[in-house]
């Protein structure tokens, strides 16, 4: 702010807003009134540029007509809620199709351009009030851009949180393979965060299925640090408090050797080689007794 | 708050029905060891079903329970940990190292009665 | 977020047992899940008993916090009792000069996320402890 502006005595003040409305009410009119061609010319430079490949030429245009009336509305009226649940929607359409936000960002600032260039073309004769309808229009223009970005980057981040939620749950499926009798294979790299969510989602199934055995099977865990390793120690105790033996299976070398030198504790932990050994020492702990075909009873 | 003590054969059941203060732990504690003498009972089951947390006195207490009802013969099955808790101990560094656990009243029992089967194996 | 503030005497174990009851109920409307009050509740417990066992009375005191995204729930622990010598030390596994398990007060910082003492010998000590939500539950 200048001091020019600052100063409350300055006749100029006060009419500065008025004048500033009323050059945005002439923008939205001349925006109104050139609305098909400049949406067209709009959705011309969106394919020149190659943004929203992912989309047809029809959506593209369906969508920039959206945009386009959502931007004038959002400039006559100086308000942006209406414009934002738009671009979260819209987001919420494109983001599916493979949408990434620079493309999303690029739209818009093509469409900036766009109406920028018209008003060129319209007052370029007339330099003065050029000046002042652009000075009118560009800090409108450019909360508008930010608007859409910011929305569509809350939306995306939104999705991911989702997905990286699913894909938890599904990395870590806790199966009963007979009657009281759970296998926990973990595969990839395990955070504190996922150490936690596998614990709970462990003791919770034991609770569930009412197990007395769980075969925990590391064999796809990529590295282990202390940290974790600390909690699958964890993991084993607390199942041991509700009731039921764990044994893990899959240690390889190279995780034996770095849990000796840091110098975790498993010797309360029941290790076997391999699930298949595992799944048999769980059976036989079961009580269950596998017997080879050949000596069981006649088919 | 006192805390009922069942005796069902030759098993001792305390089944805690709410929140306990460090003195009702102790006559729990108390009262069981007593009554492991004067029943001579070969098993002991705590359910803890009804606690929604356990510090570190409550384990400690558990703990005596078992060592003082082992010293007079008879072994001691904690029943009933929730998810919740047991996930809560461990955090705390809390854990029931050598004492039984079972997941309820009913697989307590089973276990004593397993128990009981192999000491007569034995003899 | 509620902006319900409690505070808990502490003067006998009754009290233990209130304290972190009420710490769970303010943990739940706080948003957290299941697991999450019952580790602030056992948090609470053991400082509660700290406060019992050396200053043989004080107060305990929780509230929700928010801290821009970020909710959570605040519990404070005051005495004027003897005060902590080595605090550095009383943090430490297994120390404990009352016979305990020693798992009282790293116990605690273990369950918590923030964990602050501030101690002067024969003034009293001061426990503050936060435990944040954790986010991708959203």
């Given at each position: 702010m200048t001091a020019k502006e600052a100063n409350p005595s300055q006749p100029g003040g006060k009419s500065r807003t008025e004048d500033t409305a009323a050059l945005l009410r002439e923008l939205v009119a001349h925006l109104r009134q050139n609305r098909t061609q400049l949406r067209e010319e709009w959705a011309r430079r969106i394919t020149q540029a190659k943004l929203l490949t992912a989309m047809t030429e029809e959506e593209v245009f369906a969508e920039a007509t959206s945009v386009y009336d959502n931007y004038v509305e959002a400039l006559e009226t100086g308000t942006f809620e209406a414009l934002q649940a738009y671009s979260r929607n819209l987001s919420e359409r494109i983001i599916p199709r493979g949408v990434e936000t620079h493309e999303v960002v690029g739209i818009v600032l093509l469409l900036r351009d766009t109406m920028a260039r018209s008003l060129f073309g319209k007052y370029h004769e007339d330099f003065e009030k050029l000046n002042r309808i652009l000075d009118a229009y560009e800090p409108a223009a450019n909360r508008i851009a930010n608007t859409v970005a910011v929305g569509f980057v809350q939306e995306r981040e939104r999705i991911i949180r989702q997905q990286q939620e699913a894909i938890r749950e599904l990395s870590t499926p806790v199966l009963q393979v007979r009657e009281r009798l759970l296998i926990l294979p973990i595969i990839g790299v395990i955070d504190p965060q996922r150490a936690r969510q596998l614990t709970e989602q462990l003791l919770r199934a034991i609770r569930a299925n009412r197990a007395k055995v769980v075969v925990i099977d590391i064999t796809g865990v990529a590295a282990m640090d202390s940290n974790v390793a600390n909690h699958l120690v964890q993991t084993v105790e607390a199942a041991r408090l509700l009731g039921a033996t764990v044994i893990v299976t899959g240690l390889s070398p190279e995780i034996a050797q770095t849990l000796v030198t840091i110098g975790v504790d498993l010797s309360e932990m029941a290790t076997v080689g391999d699930l298949q050994g595992g799944i048999e020492e769980a059976e036989r702990l079961l009580g269950y007794k596998v017997v080879p075909l050949a000596e069981g009873q006649p088919a | 708050m006192e805390v009922p003590i069942l005796k069902q054969g030759d098993y001792l059941i305390a089944s805690i029905q709410s929140a306990l203060t460090d003195a009702d732990l102790s006559q729990l504690r108390e009262a069981l060891v007593e009554r492991v003498g004067r029943f001579r009972s070969r098993g002991v089951i705590v359910d803890v079903t009804a606690l929604d947390v356990m510090d570190s006195f409550a384990v400690r207490t558990l703990r005596d329970i078992a060592h003082m009802a082992r010293l007079r013969g008879a072994e001691t099955v904690i029943v009933g940990i929730q998810p919740e808790v047991a996930f809560a101990m461990v955090q705390l560094g809390l854990t029931l190292k050598g004492i039984a656990t079972a997941l309820d009243l009913e697989e307590g029992l089973n276990f004593l009665n397993r128990r009981g089967k192999e000491r007569v194996d034995r003899a | 977020m509620p902006d319900n503030n409690s505070s808990v005497p502490i003067r006998s174990d009754v009290d233990i047992v209130s304290a972190r009851q009420k710490g769970r109920e303010l943990a739940a409307e706080c948003g957290f899940e299941i697991g999450d009050q019952t580790v602030i509740a056992a948090a609470i417990s053991e400082i509660a008993r700290n406060i019992l066992m050396y200053a043989k009375r004080g107060e305990i005191r929780f509230r929700g916090l928010a801290d821009g995204d970020r909710q959570g729930m605040v519990v404070v622990a005051e005495d004027q009792g003897?005060?902590?010598?080595d605090v550095s030390l009383a943090l430490q596994?297994?120390?404990?000069?009352?016979?305990?398990?020693?798992?009282g007060l790293p116990g605690a910082k273990r369950l918590m996320d923030e964990f602050e003492v501030v101690s002067e010998v024969g003034r009293g000590t001061t426990i503050t402890m936060k435990k944040w939500i954790r986010r991708g539950h959203a």
């Open positions: - | - | 003897p005060g902590i010598r596994d297994g120390f404990s000069t009352s016979g305990g398990l020693g798992l």
